[in-house]
């Protein structure tokens, strides 16, 4: 079956530093993987979405990457502040047909920046 | 432009209670999605709606859970019996259809707490 993972449930950086989330695949190659953001006691917030065919994606302070020969996809903020502390989400987007798209979410992982 | 909105926001029942929870879309948003999240786990899709159709409820258990989105707008879920498992956040989502990012918008989510 098709599975998503992210290895690592919490992650603790020092501020100013580069966080590197990862997220993993299994028996499939997804097309499009999202990267949404999670803070306690809401729902996920989409940041990022990235196609098979793009190596990187970027926005602001963030970047993700996308190795299909890995299955791999790599989740970087730069220059980390406090308020990036939330758990991240890695997303395979199932069905995209139209405005259609089922998710298959992973477990999230959970980032600590540290003043 | 207003969110995803969900109520109640916390819910604590008995369990073989009957649970019912409310999802109002970001307007104009013909997909309509419901997820249950787990403590520590990404959310999980129980039903898809297209307009008024669903049209991927696989995940959904229907011996006690069922759904509606009459009219295609607002949508409901409810629990009938409630059971102990059955304690976890409830989220709704919209999307509309654009196709850069195929964008999911989540609502606050309802906490379900069975006791």
């Known amino acids: 079956s098709q599975k998503i993972e992210q290895n690592s449930e919490a992650l603790n950086i020092q501020e100013g530093k580069t966080a590197t989330l990862t997220c993993n695949y299994t028996n499939y190659s997804p097309a499009y993987l999202q990267w949404y953001r999670q803070d306690p006691g809401r729902g996920p917030v989409f940041l990022l979405l990235?196609?098979?065919?793009?190596k990187e994606k970027r926005k602001e302070r963030l970047k993700v990457t996308f190795d299909t020969t890995l299955k791999q996809s790599l989740f970087h903020i730069t220059a980390s502040q406090p308020a990036d502390s939330a758990t991240y989400l890695c997303a395979h987007l199932l069905n995209y047909g139209g405005s259609q798209g089922n998710l298959i979410f992973g477990k999230g992982t959970k980032l600590s920046v540290k003043p | 432009e207003a969110g995803v909105v969900q109520s109640p926001r916390y819910k604590i029942i008995e369990k073989k209670q009957p649970v019912a929870f409310w999802c109002n879309p970001i307007?104009?948003?013909?997909?309509l999605y419901w997820y249950r999240q787990n403590l520590g786990q990404g959310p999980e899709l129980l039903i898809r709606y297209e307009n008024e159709e669903a049209v991927d409820d696989s995940q959904l258990p229907k011996d006690r859970f069922s759904a509606e989105r009459l009219k295609g707008v607002d949508s409901t879920l409810k629990i009938q019996p409630a059971e102990l498992g059955d304690s976890a956040v409830y989220l709704c989502?919209?999307?509309?259809?654009?196709?850069?990012?195929?964008?999911?918008?989540f609502g606050p989510g309802t906490r379900l707490t069975v006791t």
């Open positions: 307007s104009g948003h013909n997909t």
């Open positions: 989502a919209s999307s509309g259809r654009d196709r850069r990012s195929y964008e999911q918008y």
């Open positions: 990235i196609r098979e065919n793009e």
